[in-house]
């Protein structure tokens, strides 16, 4: 049985009232519009008190019930906070948030979850989770914590930054455009989506149903050869480069690569 928010403070019982907010002034980003929350728990009423919660906090809220709607909705929502259940029928929260920080390795993640202990937080943790909170929960304190995530935001703390470099690759967010040692690449929009996720996570291996679901929002299975196609391309396109290498992992996925600089002669 799925555990309800909180009556004004109290621990969750099985009202699924939701508590007043904390009376704070509401999180807003750089930009000045509301500050974005995730909430994906498959306990459907649950995640609609935590949502409405957080809306009477000022947060602009988004709710799914599934690991795979998760991670469309990172993509299209582009929230500042993901608060995660763990135990999830489709993808668990752990997988869940592996492939979020494969799309937007920037945003916070509060796990809830009914999974309390000692091994199970440092697990979380561990995972890349920024915090941890069990239920039953207080949602005060839900808020609270939601709260300080969102002091480190990117879009929040700062306005974000739109050149990316790597190696002597640059990258401009805002324009999807690049350029590699001060010359413009020719890319498709699909193209420069998957650069941008390399670039993103140069240096980590992204596993294929990885790279599937940030660009094309889907896996595709395993007879299609997209990600190949796309990859091949974009070696040919990088293939000037004195320091980055596209390599793929065999069974595993791809990675970019930045090479060491060779020490002067």
């Known amino acids: 049985m799925a555990e309800a928010v909180p009556q004004d403070g109290d621990e969750a019982g099985t009202s699924g009232a939701v508590s007043l907010p ?15 929350a995730l909430v994906v728990d498959d306990e459907q009423a649950l995640a609609a008190a935590v949502g409405g919660s957080l809306r009477a906090d000022g947060w602009e809220v988004r709710v799914e019930h599934r690991g795979r709607s998760a991670l469309i909705a990172v993509r299209e929502f582009q929230p500042d906070v993901v608060v995660l ?13 592996e492939r979020i920080r494969a799309i937007r390795p920037e945003i916070r993640v509060l796990f809830l979850t009914a999974l309390d202990g000692h091994d199970d937080r440092i697990a979380g943790l561990y995972a890349g989770g920024d915090d ?12 609270a914590r939601v709260r300080v995530l969102a002091r480190t935001a990117a879009a929040i703390a700062r306005p974000a930054e739109s050149q990316l470099r790597v190696g002597d690759l640059a990258v401009d967010k805002a324009e999807a455009t690049a350029e590699l040692g001060g010359s413009p690449v020719e890319l498709t929009p699909t193209e ?5 996720l390399l670039a993103n996570n140069a240096g980590r291996v992204l596993r294929r ?3 599937l679901e940030a660009v094309w929002g889907y896996d595709f299975g395993t007879e299609s050869n997209l990600v190949e196609v796309y990859v091949s391309s ?3 396109k990088l293939a000037g ?25």
């Open 132 to 143: 941890y909170l069990t239920k039953p929960f207080a949602i005060a304190e839900l808020q």
């Open 22 to 36: 904390l009376g704070l002034p509401p999180i807003v980003r750089a930009d000045g519009s509301p500050a974005r």
């Open 209 to 211: 149903a990885q790279i």
């Open 85 to 97: 259940d763990i135990m999830m029928p489709d993808i668990d929260g752990l997988d869940t948030l």
């Open 192 to 196: 420069f989506e998957l650069l941008l």
């Open 234 to 236: 974009l070696r040919r």
């Open 241 to 265: 480069s004195s320091v980055l290498n596209l390599e793929t992992v065999r069974l595993v996925g791809y990675v970019l690569r930045v090479a060491d600089p060779e020490p002067d002669a």
